[in-house]
T-cell receptor
Framework: DTEVTQTPKHLVMGMTNKKSLKCEQH?????MYWYKQKAKKPPELMFV???????INESVPSRFSPECPNSSLLNLHLHALQPEDSALYLC????????????FGPGTRLTVT | AQKITQTQPGMFVQEKEAVTLDCTYD???????LFWYKQPSSGEMIFLIY??????QNATEGRYSLNFQKARKSANLVISASQLGDSAMYFC???????????????FGTGTRLLVSP
């Protein structure tokens, strides 16, 4: 099973809402990633979790709060977002020390109104 | 400084023909890895092919091959016998270290949109 799943597929939220994005993988990968992709731009790394610990935070605003409850699950909690946060949010996973590919999920298209 | 450059915003090819998507990179690290990903309109990033800097031969995966020219710092993707389903955005990416963390991340180019016509 080489699948990374993400829910929801689409999300519309107001600037005062609190919502969460969910990512799941069952490949035994120990590194999981959140990327943000604006329209017509490449993905940009937000966070990396390795062995369920936050390893990299690419200076992401605190209104984005990641969480890794276990080795298969990665959440991204959203609060007080701005319209410019509207984007495709991609989750990915990889073997911890693998120099090779990351497996991506289908993404969540987020619109902040 | 931009490390991955894709100079072709869009490419057109007819079905069954071959197409080359260009990618140049810049790094001072002797050990690096280069990737190509495909992103259909559905949004998912699909891994296509990987080339390590020390690999002696150009990588191939089915209809995909990577034309790796180390001295020129280029890693072009060649798709042979194009199919309608190949229409998508294609990203070149390079693995790079993150400070002294020991971790690595992917840095992507701006992408090339490929359209395959019947």
């Amino acid at each position: 099973d080489t699948e990374v799943t993400q829910t929801p597929k689409h999300l519309v939220m107001g600037m005062t809402n609190k919502k969460s994005l969910k990512c799941e993988q069952h490949m035994g990968h120990r590194a999981m990633y959140w990327y943000k992709q604006k329209a017509k731009k490449p993905p940009e790394l937000m966070f990396v979790y390795s062995y369920e610990k936050l390893s990299i935070n690419e200076s992401v605003p605190s209104r984005f709060s990641p969480e890794c409850p276990n080795s298969s699950l990665l959440n991204l909690h959203l609060h007080a977002l701005q319209p410019e946060d509207s984007a495709l949010y991609l989750c990915a996973s990889s073997q911890r020390d693998s120099p090779y590919e990351q497996y991506f999920g289908p993404g969540t298209r987020l619109t902040v109104t | 400084a931009q490390k991955i450059t894709q100079t072709q915003p869009g490419m057109f090819v007819q079905e069954k023909e071959a197409v080359t998507l260009d990618c140049t990179y810049d790094t001072s690290d002797p050990s690096y890895g280069l990737f190509w990903y495909k992103q259909p309109s559905s949004g998912e990033m699909i891994f296509l092919i990987y080339q390590g800097s020390y690999d002696q031969q150009n990588a191939t995966e089915g209809r995909y091959s990577l034309n790796f020219q180390k001295a020129r710092k280029s890693a072009n993707l060649v798709i042979s016998a194009s199919q309608l389903g190949d229409s998508a955005m294609y990203f070149c990416a390079m693995r790079e270290g993150v400070g002294n963390t020991g971790f690595q991340k992917l840095v992507f180019g701006t992408g090339t949109r490929l359209l395959v016509s019947p």
